[in-house]
């Protein structure tokens, strides 16, 4: 059983930064693919970020405003959102894949509010 603990949400500015943080419990098993993905009420969930290897994705509405990136060695995905827009308002959730296990796990989201 793997456990994803995301942090690092909160209210900010229109403009401003953060920097999502999610952990995975395991050192077992090795993460093969995680990402990020958000959802404001009402509105369906959407891809935010990926990161598989070295390849990373993201969504067009997002791009050249947020980085995602990854330390191996904590099992933990980060992302680095900057020039945040009220738009983004969302709770972000990070996804993990691993290469020895057969399913896609969640964690439990952290609120990201971007008003003034």
């Known amino acids: 059983q793997v456990q994803l603990v995301e942090s690092g949400g909160g209210l900010v500015q229109p403009g401003g930064s953060l920097r999502l943080s999610c952990a995975a419990s395991?050192?077992?098993?090795?993460?093969?693919?995680m990402s990020w993905y958000r959802q404001a009420p009402g509105k369906q969930r959407e891809l935010v970020a990926s990161?598989?290897?070295?390849?990373?994705d993201y969504a067009d509405s997002v791009k050249g405003r947020v980085t995602i990136s990854r330390d191996n060695a904590k099992n933990t995905v980060y992302l680095q959102m900057n020039s945040l827009k009220p738009e983004d308002t969302a709770i972000y959730c990070c996804?993990?894949?691993?290469?020895?296990?057969?399913?896609?796990?969640w964690g439990q989201g952290t609120q990201v509010t971007v008003s003034s």
């Open positions: 990161i598989s290897g070295s390849s990373t």
């Open positions: 395991t050192s077992i098993f090795s993460i093969y693919r």
């Open positions: 996804n993990a894949r691993f290469h020895e296990l057969p399913r896609d796990y």
